[in-house]
C-alpha cells in the first residue's frame, strides 16, 4: 500500500466499513487510508463510474472493495442497499456518512427545488443510511458512525441551505448518540473547513477567488487536505475514540476563532500532512501548494 498513514498497520483488520460519498474528494481519501489498515470497505455513491474508478485504484493496491450506487435520498434505495453490503460483506463495523453537496447561492435566489436537493443530501440522506446500518446490522452488533459536517459554526452566507442541513446533522449526531449508545454504537462528526480537493475547479471564478481570500485571513494561512480529514475520520471510528460519543471534531485550522480585531501576520509555520499518494490539487491553488 501507497498510503502513508499515521496509524497503526493492521488498525481495522477484519472490519468492513462503509464510505458514502466515496468515488471522489475526501471519500475516496478515506477509503485509500481504510484499506492501508487492512479494512474491508464498500464504497457508495451515485455515480457507478467514479466508484469504479476508485475500486481499480484500491484492488490494484490489493484491498478488498465492493461497490454500490445509491441515491441516499431515496429511503427504499437506501434500505436496500445496506442489505446489499452485508450480504456481500457479511457485516458494518463502521459508517461514514460522507455523501454531501451543495452549490453557491444566496437564500433570496435558492428555489424550493434547490433548497430541498441540498438538505436531502446532506441531511436526510445521511440520516437514512445511518438508519439503516443500524437498523440492519449495529443494533444487534454494535460500531461506530462519523457525520459529515462542516464549518458552519458562524452560519454559511452563500450557501444557507447546506448550513442549515450541516446543523441539522449535528443535532441528529447528539441524538443517535445517546439513543444508540446501549447498542454499543458511537456517533461522532467530524466538521472540515475550507479543504483542497479538485473539486474546487467547478467553482467560478467569484468563488475561487473567495476561496484565496480565505487563505489570507485564515489563522494557519493554508487550506486543509483531504488526508488531515481521513486522519480525524480513522481516529473516530478506532479503538482510541471509545470515549467518544456525541461529539463533534473540528478540523479547520482555527477559522472560526478568527477575530475582526485581531490580525494575524503572514506565516509559513502550520506545515500541511499529505499522505494521501493519489491526490488532486485543484489548478487554482496549485501554487500556493507547491
Known sequence: MNYRSVFRPGLFDGQTIVVTGGGSGIGRCTAHE?????????????SSEK???????????????????????D??????????????????HGLVNNAGGQFPALLEDISMKGWEAVIRTNLT????????????????????????????????PGMGHSGAARK????FTETAALEWAPSGVRVNAIAPGLIISSGMNTYDDAWQRRVKARIASHPVKRLG??????????F????????????CLRMDGGA???????????????????GFHLTEIPDFLREESE
Open 225 to 234: 487536505t483531504e488526508s488531515e480529514i481521513s486522519a480525524g475520520i480513522v
Open 256 to 274: 472560526p476563532n478568527i477575530r475582526m480585531n485581531w490580525e494575524i501576520a503572514d506565516h509559513t509555520k502550520n506545515k500541511p500532512y499529505n
Open 75 to 92: 429511503e427504499e434505495i437506501v434500505k436496500q442497499t445496506v442489505a446489499d453490503i452485508i450480504a456481500q460483506q457479511g457485516a458494518i
Open 34 to 46: 481504510l484499506i492501508s489498515l487492512g479494512s474491508r470497505v464498500a464504497l457508495v455513491g451515485r
Open 236 to 247: 473516530l471510528l478506532s479503538e482510541a475514540a471509545a470515549f467518544m460519543t456525541g461529539s
Open 51 to 73: 466508484l469504479e474508478a476508485v475500486q481499480r485504484e484500491i484492488q490494484t493496491e490489493g484491498g478488498t472493495v465492493t461497490i454500490h450506487p445509491c441515491d441516499i435520498r
Open 168 to 171: 441539522g446533522m449535528l443535532s
Open 125 to 156: 440522506g445521511g440520516f437514512l443510511f445511518a438508519r439503516e446500518c443500524y437498523v440492519q446490522w449495529m443494533k444487534a452488533n454494535g460500531g461506530s458512525v462519523v457525520n459529515m459536517i462542516a464549518d458552519m459554526w458562524n452560519s454559511m
